[in-house]
């Protein structure tokens, strides 16, 4: 059994994907195995350097990822560049984590998080898609709070991914995490408890 887990950039996607872990779910995370792809002597990491210079490393040949951030998060061709450069990689990784666990652990629920699962049509890969929803606002103010983003920096990250409310529209299943977390936590128990039923 497997769900795909996606949400807006700072809607709580890792809340309740920890959430789901603590009761047992395998997860999947495509924001770890985009950092993995993009460690040194990854050939990820080189054909970046490639396209966008060797500007985007820091002295010790690790990534300066803010400086990546700036370039993509305010220029759609340039992001479609990372994109085309990372999501193959990413995605045939995804594809064998969640192999593994359904091989290895056909009773367990794969929760697979993967912030850009609409923007990259991946919705066919999973059984459900569950979408953690937090409103515009929401978003904007958790983002300069975590991140510590200007306003500005913020709306541009949130900008580059596609509306959410549209994203719930799409959904199977929503969580929103726009209240206390007590009543996000009683809504990832009622998914549970139903889950079976998927
Ligand atoms: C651009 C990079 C260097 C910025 O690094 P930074 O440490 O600031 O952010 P981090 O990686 O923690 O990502 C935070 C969030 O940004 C959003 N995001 C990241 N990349 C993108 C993108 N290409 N388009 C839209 N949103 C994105 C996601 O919601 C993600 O959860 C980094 O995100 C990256 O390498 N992105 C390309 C790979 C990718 O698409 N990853 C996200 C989905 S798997
Ligand atoms: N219900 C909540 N109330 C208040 N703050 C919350 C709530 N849920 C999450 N947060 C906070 O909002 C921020 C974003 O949450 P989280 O990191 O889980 O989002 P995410 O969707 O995984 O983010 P990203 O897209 O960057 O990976 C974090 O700082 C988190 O502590």
Same mark, same amino acid.
């Given at each position: 059994?497997?769900?795909?887990?996606?949400?807006?950039?700072?809607?709580?996607?890792?809340?309740?994907?920890?959430?789901?872990?603590?009761?047992?779910?395998?997860?999947?995370?495509?924001?770890?195995?985009?950092?993995?792809?993009?460690?040194?002597?990854?050939?990820?990491?080189?054909?970046?350097?490639?396209?966008?210079?060797?500007?985007?490393?820091?002295?010790?040949?690790?990534?300066?990822?803010?400086?990546?951030?700036?370039?993509?998060?305010?220029?759609?061709?340039?992001?479609?560049?990372? &994109?085309?450069? !990372?999501?193959?990689?990413?995605?045939?990784? /995804? $594809?064998? @984590? =969640?192999?593994?666990? *359904?091989?290895?652990?056909?009773?367990?629920?794969?929760?697979?998080?993967?912030?850009?699962?609409?923007?990259?049509?991946?919705?066919?890969?999973?059984?459900?898609?569950?979408?953690?929803?937090?409103?515009?606002?929401?978003?904007?103010?958790?983002?300069?709070?975590? &991140?510590?983003? !200007?306003?500005?920096?913020?709306?541009?990250? /949130? $900008?580059? @991914? =596609?509306?959410?409310? *549209?994203?719930?529209?799409?959904?199977?299943?929503?969580?929103?995490?726009?209240?206390?977390?007590?009543?996000?936590?009683?809504?990832?128990?009622?998914?549970?408890?139903?889950?079976?039923?998927?």
């Amino acid at each position: 059994m497997n769900i795909g887990l996606t949400g807006g950039i700072a809607t709580g996607k890792s809340t309740v994907s920890a959430l789901l872990v603590s009761k047992g779910a395998l997860l999947v995370d495509a924001d770890v195995i985009a950092r993995e792809v993009m460690l040194p002597g990854h050939p990820v990491l080189a054909a970046a350097v490639e396209h966008f210079g060797q500007a985007i490393l820091l002295p010790d040949g690790t990534l300066d990822r803010r400086r990546l951030g700036d370039i993509v998060f305010h220029d759609p061709g340039e992001r479609k560049a990372l &994109n085309d450069i !990372t999501h193959p990689a990413i995605r045939q990784e /995804i $594809r064998e @984590q =969640m192999h593994t666990f *359904e091989q290895e652990h056909p009773d367990r629920l794969v929760v697979v998080d993967i912030p850009l699962l609409f923007e990259s049509g991946l919705e066919a890969m999973f059984e459900q898609v569950l979408l953690v929803y937090a409103p515009f606002e929401v978003q904007v103010e958790r983002l300069m709070e975590r &991140n510590r983003l !200007t306003k500005d920096e913020a709306v541009a990250r /949130i $900008r580059s @991914q =596609m509306d959410i409310e *549209e994203k719930k529209k799409r959904a199977d299943v929503v969580i929103d995490n726009s209240g206390q977390p007590s009543e996000t936590e009683r809504q990832v128990d009622e998914f549970w408890n139903r889950k079976g039923l998927l």
